[in-house]
Every structure is written in C-alpha cells, then in structure tokens.
C-alpha cells in the first residue's frame, strides 16, 4: 500500500506540475490535417486562437524545432498527430511482451541481430533504452518542452519529459528522462525502469567545426514470475482476480508482491563525434550590413569518432530450487523442493558485466554542389573490450579482455530535398584482434518523390559476425559453462515503396542466416547448421472517405518448415476512425476502433534463468483478435487518449503470449506444467502529451 500512495503522490505531482508549467506557455505547435502522420511547427501560419489584447512583450517569431542524427542532414519536425496516437509505444508495430509493460519483448516481425563486433547479447529491453547510436539531436529557436504520461490498470504507469533550448544560435542541448513502473495483473511481474539521456550539438560561427555529444543510462529491473503454471485456470471464474493465479516462482515467505527470482541490466555510455572542415567559405551580410552568416563550401574534412560504455547483466535467485537448474547444473539448495524461503540461505547470482572503448579517425571528402553534396570517408578505429564474470566459486572474477582494429568506409548521397536521389554504401572490416574476418556491408538506394509525396528504397546488407558473450559463457558460484560457436552469416536484400497521395506503404524482404545463433528447446544456446531462408513482405494501406479512415496493415513472412524460429506466417491490424475538427478547428478528434490479430502458431518461450526467448515447438497457440476502442483529442498543442483495451475479453479468454520453462511436480501430484505467459485483462488506459514552446 504503501508503494501505491507513493505513485499516485507522483501522479499528482506531475500533473500539478503540468498544470503549472502550462499556465507559462505562450506559443504552439501548427497541426496537421485529418490523416497526416506528420505536423510540421515549422509553418509560417501564426496563432489566432487567443484574445492578445497586450502583444508588446510576444515572441513573433515562428516556433522552429527540428531534430536528426549526428552525422546526417537530414531533418525531421515533431509528430503531433492524432491517428495512432493511442498505440503503446515500445510495441510498435509487430512486439510483444510478457504481458505486461516493461517486460521483456519479442518482435513477431523477424529481424536478424546484425552482430560484427563484441557483444554481451542481452536484447530483450533494447525498446526500452536510449542507443547511443540513435540519439536525436535538436536545433530550436525557442525552449521546447513535452510531457508524457500513461495511466493504465493494476497502476501501469509510463511517465517522461523532454526538454530542449539552444543555448546560442550554433549551440543547442537535450535532456529526456522515462520512467516505466507496473506491477501487473498477474503475481510478481514487477517492471520498473529508469531511461535517461542528454544530447548536444554545436557548430562554430565559421562553420569549420562541428561537434555532436550525448551521454545515456538506463535500467531495467524485471521481477520474475516464471508464468501461469497451469493455464486451465484462466477458464475458471474463482480466479477471475488474476493475481490469485499460481505463478511459478511463487514464494509467499518471501514475498507477496516481488519475486525473489528478477533479472536487471544497467548501463551507461558516452559519445562524440566531433569533425574540422576545410573548404571555400563566404560572408553575407544583409541590406544595412548590421548582421552577416557565415558560409561553406565542404570540400575536406576530417571526424574523430569516440564512445565508451559500460554494462551489466544481473541473475538473481534468492530461494533457489534445483530442479529449476537441471539444463544448466545439479547441486542441492537449502530451498529445494519445499516452499519457504530461508533469509541469508542459498541463492544463485549470475552477473556478466562488459565495458568498451571504441575510437575511429576518419578522412572525409565532399563532391558537388552545396545542398546536394557526395561525401566519401575512409578510416580506421580501434576497440578495446572487457567481459567479466562476478559471484564466481573462486571469488576472484572471470575476465576476458580483447584489442580489436578495424577499418571502415562509407559513401554517402543524403536526399535533403523533396524529389532528390538518396545513395549510400557503408562497410565496416576487422582487420586484428579476437575478430578478425568480422564485417559488415550494407549498400541502398532510393530516391524521394516531388513535394514530400514518398519515395522507394532498395538496398543490401550483409554480416559476419562472432556469438555475443552471454551465448558463448555462462557461469556462477555452481558451474562454468562454455558453448563454442561458429560465426554467424547475415544476408539481406530488401526494398519498400511509399506514396502519401495513395496512401499506400510496402515493402518486401528476404533474409539469409547461416549458423544461425539461438537458444534451443533444451534452453541452451546452440546453433543450426542449416541455411535459413525468411522471405517477408508487408503492405499498408488508408481509405479515407469524408471524414472515416479505414487503415489496414498486413504482413506475410514464410520460413523453411523446421527452422528454430517461432513466428506467426500472419499479421494483420485494422483500424477505422472517424477524425475531424470541431468548434473552429480548436478541438481534433480521431475515435474508433482498432482490431489486431496473427495466425496460430509455435508461440516462443522464456527463459528467465538466461533472460533470452527460446525455440519450442511443443505448445501451438491461436489468438483471438485483440479489439479495443478509443478516442484521441488535441486542444492545441495538448494531446490525450482514452483507450478500453483488450476487450476481446467480453467474450473470449486470456490469449497466451509465450510459454515459460517447464515446471516438474509443481502442486506435489507428480505432474509436469508448461508454463505460460498471458495478456492483460480487459482494462482502461490514458495518456496525454503536452509540448510547450517558450
């Protein structure tokens, strides 16, 4: 109870804070039409929705936020749209987790893990996390704020704000902060995570220099249930109360709100990208020379790229039973076989910590005109990586420490402008070290239609890489296990085709893996040997008449027959909306309802003693299309949902997600359980997202 009144104070909090912070604002974001995925705050359109009897002291200049990656110049604007707006964010589009917000996740749409380097190979919370490599930097001429909230059941909340403000004109920062707490429908499924990052960029006056930096942490704490032990019980009404439902990893000594079994991964890294360039400049001044801007002419340049990181995987067990451990080690634990839990007794701790260095100097060099320049590069960097196992027998940990050299080069043609030809190719060499023979190449092509109306990619990729570490070791206080493997081959050919006048998006793709890396039946990591074959293809389509949207997804993706992926052959959503704008266009709505569902299929299962998904092939799971209605508004630059999710319910049980490891002789009756993994209840959900411009 206590934890409850602790996040409703939050909540309370946070909106007074909103409220406040509100009351302050005096601009706002333009919005799109009916339709539109994007809303542009960049137009030159001006506010006429407020009485502005005393105007001295406004701002008239227009609001500009854009934002893109380092390296790039290609820019994108906020999304203030309203027609999906009320969609979980980090299960977009094909994802599924365990059945609760901020558990582990697994994409039903098959994407290769492209590995060249070192890796740890923990995955399961990457949508959860800010990547140092796809860190957003801004450029604004005015403070930019937003807020996010989520307010689900069972106090699923999701909470965050963003703020970004150039310092000086050449000079901007970010900061964004996430929190996601739920404790579930379900016994001891507790998430609770913690996401931070901070960006800047700057540009000197002249132009010569450029610097992109940014810094991330983040922290994913999963209390394990281990799943419904006997899923017959989701058809009976005495159990109609969820959290009465036996979980695997139940121990009421314990706990009855946390699982004494929980995975945690932390981690924190530091990047910059910081780069001189020589070419041709200029100095314009305007008509009574009482201001001027610098330009250039890129035409040689030369980047120095440096990251670092550090990452720990923690394993706990505080009341371990052995039988849990049979497919990894046999040893007798104080809590074996019985259902209390002894303070300061056995338990299991598996923690595999990584830290890394990487810098790359490269020489760059410019063709054509400005604004639609060729830029080619050439370089070499040089990585030192560090594993270390903790909680070992010995106590002394186990390191593994490894120098790496590589070369890399890249051409690139970005499209900045509507109806320009985008081109690029990217390769990436181990020359020394552990990895040597590793690569990556990935070539596209595509080019931009007239007036922002679409465009069509083409493009390759191909990888050689070496198994992550957390498949090559595993190791604790009990056992040190070691699983040799080959390198894993990747080859990718893929294209997609959009045009916003039909509204009409797809694309196909075709996946090559040899060796493949993965966790098998026998919740080990293995590989097979076999080539496999995945062919994909996807295809979006929106009706629109008057003002009644009917948006349909489907995607298709054919395996070979016994191929160790679990997949649904399958997908589809559907949505019809009515949106519109009402009382002079100060209040959008969007409301409808949405549909989504996937053929049967070999759902994957759960490992939680190795935090990673694994192939089974013994429960085949059929899911019951997943309905719900909701309705999004904006007023303004404010924007809300309200969303009775899952209410397939009404009528159908429970569709299970994913099965969990087997539970031998779990009720004392001799017989063996496949857990498994559940969605929610039906449920009510709101959100809002309020931007301020200062």
Not at 82 to 104: A, V
Not at 117 to 127: E, K, N, Q, R, V
Request: proline letters at 4%; hydrophobic letters at 35%; aromatic letters at 14%.
């Amino acid at each position: 109870m206590k934890h409850n009144r602790q996040l409703y104070f939050v909540s309370f909090c946070f909106l007074v804070l909103l409220l406040v912070a509100g009351s302050r604002s005096n601009a706002q974001l333009n919005t799109s039409a009916a339709g539109s995925t994007v809303t542009n705050p960049n137009g030159t359109t001006k506010d006429t929705t407020h009485n502005k009897s005393n105007t001295s002291k406004w701002r008239d200049e227009e609001a500009r936020i854009t934002f893109g990656h380092a390296g790039s110049a290609v820019q994108a604007i906020p999304d203030t749209s309203l027609h999906t707006f009320q969609r979980r964010p980090f299960q977009q589009p094909w994802s599924r987790d365990l059945g609760n917000p901020g558990s582990p996740l697994y994409n039903l749409f098959f994407t290769p893990d492209y590995r060249v380097g070192p890796s740890l190979g923990y995955h399961i919370f990457d949508a959860y996390r800010f990547q140092l490599d796809s860190l957003l930097y801004y450029n604004t001429n005015r403070a930019y704020t937003v807020f996010d909230y989520q307010l689900g059941s069972k106090l699923e909340q999701v909470a965050g704000v963003l703020h970004t403000q150039n310092i000086r004109p050449n000079w901007n920062f970010m900061v964004q902060y996430r929190k996601v707490n739920a404790p579930g429908f379900y016994k001891i499924q507790r998430n609770n995570h913690d996401n931070f990052c901070f960006t800047t960029s700057y540009s000197s006056l002249d132009k010569h220099y450029t610097l992109n930096a940014g810094f991330v942490y983040n922290k994913e704490q999963h209390d394990e249930s281990g799943g419904i032990v006997n899923d017959s019980q989701l058809n009976n009404s005495n159990y109609n109360d969820r959290k009465t439902l036996d979980a695997t990893y139940q121990n009421d000594q314990y706990s009855l709100t946390r699982s004494s079994v929980s995975n945690m991964q932390r981690d924190f890294g530091l990047t910059l990208l910081h780069s001189y360039v020589f070419g041709p400049s200029d100095t314009t001044y305007n008509t009574d020379s009482t201001s001027y801007t610098y330009k250039i002419k890129p035409r040689f340049s030369i980047s120095h790229k440096l990251q670092l990181s550090s990452e720990k995987h923690l394993f706990k067990d505080l009341a371990p039973d052995s039988i849990r451990y049979v497919t990894l080690f046999n040893t007798t634990f104080a809590n074996s076989g019985t259902s209390y839990y002894i303070p300061g007794g056995d338990s299991v701790t598996t923690q595999q910590r990584w830290f890394w260095v990487d810098n790359c100097i490269l020489l760059n060099g410019f063709l054509g005109p400005e604004g639609n320049q060729l830029k080619f590069s050439a370089g070499a960097g040089n990585r030192y990586d560090e594993f270390i196992s903790d909680g070992l027998a010995s106590g002394v940990p186990d390191r593994e420490q490894i120098i790496s050299n590589y070369i890399t080069g890249e051409i690139k043609k970005e499209a900045v402008q509507p109806g320009q030809w985008q081109y690029g190719a990217k390769g990436t060499f181990y020359a020394t070290g552990d990895y040597t023979g590793n690569f990556d190449l990935n070539a596209a092509i595509g080019k931009d239609f007239n007036k922002g109306k679409g465009g069509f990619v083409v493009g390759f990729r191909q990888d050689l890489g070496s198994a992550p570490y957390s498949y090559t070791n595993y190791e604790n206080a009990y056992t040190k296990l070691s699983f040799p493997m080959n390198k894993e081959s990747v080859t990718s050919l893929y294209a997609t085709l959009e045009s916003k006048a039909l509204r009409l998006s797809g694309g196909v793709n075709n996946t090559v893996i040899e060796n493949y890396i993965y966790i098998s039946e026998a919740e080990k990591p293995a590989q097979y040997s076999i080539p496999v074959n995945i062919t994909q293809a996807w295809v979006r389509k929106i009706f629109k008449l008057g003002s009644f949207f009917l948006d349909n997804e489907l995607v298709y993706q054919q395996l070979p027959e016994n191929a160790p992926i679990n997949v649904p052959a399958l997908m589809g959503r559907h949505q019809l909306s009515y949106e519109r704008s009402m009382f002079n266009r100060a209040l959008k709505i969007a409301t409808g309802v949405e549909v989504r569902y996937n053929t049967s299929y070999y759902a994957s299962g759960y490992d939680a003693l190795l935090n990673h998904f694994f192939y089974q092939h013994s429960t085949y799971v059929s899911n019951t299309p997943e309905c719900s209605l909701f309705l999004n508004f904006r007023i303004k630059h404010f924007r809300a949902f309200i969303v009775g999710d899952q209410l397939q319910q009404l009528f159908a049980n429970n569709a299970i997600l994913f099965t969990g490891t087997p539970a031998t002789n779990f009720f004392g009756t001799g017989v063996n359980y496949t857990p498994v993994y559940a969605t929610q209840n039906v449920m009510l959900r709101f959100g809002f997202s309020w931007a301020l411009v200062d």
